[in-house]
């Protein structure tokens, strides 16, 4: 759980003009996941960067909702020729997407260091 003991916490950067980070902590369900979404929606506003990383590394819940929201960021990313790239090495995270079918689809990293280390799509 976050430090604030809210459920979720969420923090965005821009690593540069080509990277954005998006850290996601907590339990993202059907209550928290608007917060995560608005955070995308800044990260892909124009003019997009190049890559976004989603880092899901320290999320201990993600239900139908925020697989949901993965999919939709994963689909606006590619309309504005960007990459989205999602953190995840938890159970809690990788089962959802993989029962879904959506772990094959999106680009998964092991470690936020990896996702950031691959040179970003031209």
């Known amino acids: ?16 003009q080509d990277v954005a980070l998006v850290v996601v902590e907590g339990e993202v369900d059907i209550s928290s996941a ?3 979404l608005s955070e995308l929606q800044i990260a892909l506003r124009a003019p997009a960067p190049k890559v976004v990383v989603v880092d899901l590394t320290d999320v201990s819940f ?10 939709e960021a994963d689909e606006r990313a590619q ?29 998964v990293y092991d470690s936020q260091a990896l996702a950031l280390k691959e040179a970003p799509v031209p």
Do not use: H, N, Q, Y
Request: glycine share 6%; no cysteine; aromatic share 2%.
């Open 79 to 107: 309309s504005v020729s960007a990459r989205l790239r999602v953190v995840a090495s938890r159970r809690a995270v990788l089962r959802p997407l993989e029962i879904t079918g959506t772990l094959s689809k999106l680009d």
């Open 1 to 16: 759980m976050p430090k604030s003991g809210s459920p979720i916490a969420v923090t965005s950067d821009f690593l540069d």
């Open 62 to 71: 993600l239900g139908s909702e925020g697989v949901r929201l993965l999919i």
């Open 34 to 36: 608007s917060l995560v």
